[in-house]
């Protein structure tokens, strides 16, 4: 099974600054298909988790573009260029490429 | 608009049955993947199981293979997990939620397996 870890688990930010988080899977989640499959999920205190990211780096629907992913292969990053209050919660990554899925254990962005 | 409405949620006693449902709406969901996702108190995202849209397909975590059941009605456009022997480690909530990308959720169930 593919294991997604992320890092850190816990990031304090500044209002206004970058903030990166990164997550690394056990093997590659390139698909026999070409794509990549791996998406960032933000969780907001109390509230369902929204996708942020898919396919490594297209950013979804509505999503502020301060929010930014990259990557390839196993190493992937998900960088906020500058922090504001509304984006404090935990983010996540998942893996669609294989079975089982599997997400990352989460990192809490805190101000 | 996407909306995805789960139900069925509550108490049990460790080895007994609950059913869950989702209720999907503004997408054809006849033809879109369904996954449940679970989420234990305080802790991270777990995917429990996927329903393909098209081949029918389905697919378990080990964690629950075996003791619960995905299972979709096209007709009444309603996601299902069935879940036996429940244990309190299946203690979370429950998210449903559309696509091989997960690209919506619901706003979840709560499952609290517990004597």
């Known amino acids: 099974d593919v294991v997604m870890t992320q890092s850190p688990l816990s990031l304090p930010v500044t209002l206004g600054q970058p903030a990166s988080i990164s997550c690394r899977s056990s093997?590659?989640?390139?698909?026999?298909?070409?794509?990549?499959?791996l998406s960032w999920f933000q969780q907001r205190p109390g509230q369902s988790p929204r996708r942020l990211i898919y396919?490594?780096?297209d950013r979804d629907s509505g999503v502020p573009d301060r929010f930014s992913g990259s990557g390839s292969g196993t190493d992937f990053t998900l960088k906020i260029s500058r922090v504001e209050a509304e984006d404090v919660g935990v983010y996540y990554c998942?893996?669609?490429?294989?079975?089982?899925?599997?997400f990352g254990q989460g990192t809490k962005v805190e101000i | 608009e996407v909306q995805l409405l789960e139900s069925g949620g509550g108490l049990v006693q460790p080895g007994q049955s609950l059913r869950l449902s989702c209720a999907a709406s503004?997408?054809?969901?006849?033809?879109?993947?369904m996954n449940w996702v679970r989420q234990a108190p305080g802790k991270g995202l777990e995917w429990v199981s996927t329903?393909?849209?098209?081949?029918?397909?389905?697919y378990y975590a080990d964690s629950v293979k075996g003791r619960f059941t995905i299972s979709r009605d096209n007709s009444k456009n309603t996601l299902f997990l069935q879940m036996n022997s429940l244990r309190a480690e299946d203690t979370a909530v429950y998210y449903c939620?559309?696509?091989?990308?997960?690209?919506?959720w619901g706003q979840g169930t709560l499952v609290t397996v517990s004597s």
């Open positions: 396919k490594v780096s």
């Open positions: 998942l893996q669609h490429t294989h079975w089982p899925r599997a």
């Open positions: 939620a559309k696509e091989w990308g997960i690209d919506y």
């Open positions: 329903f393909s849209g098209r081949t029918s397909n389905t």
């Open positions: 093997q590659s989640l390139v698909h026999s298909d070409g794509n990549t499959y």
């Open positions: 503004g997408f054809t969901f006849s033809s879109s993947a």
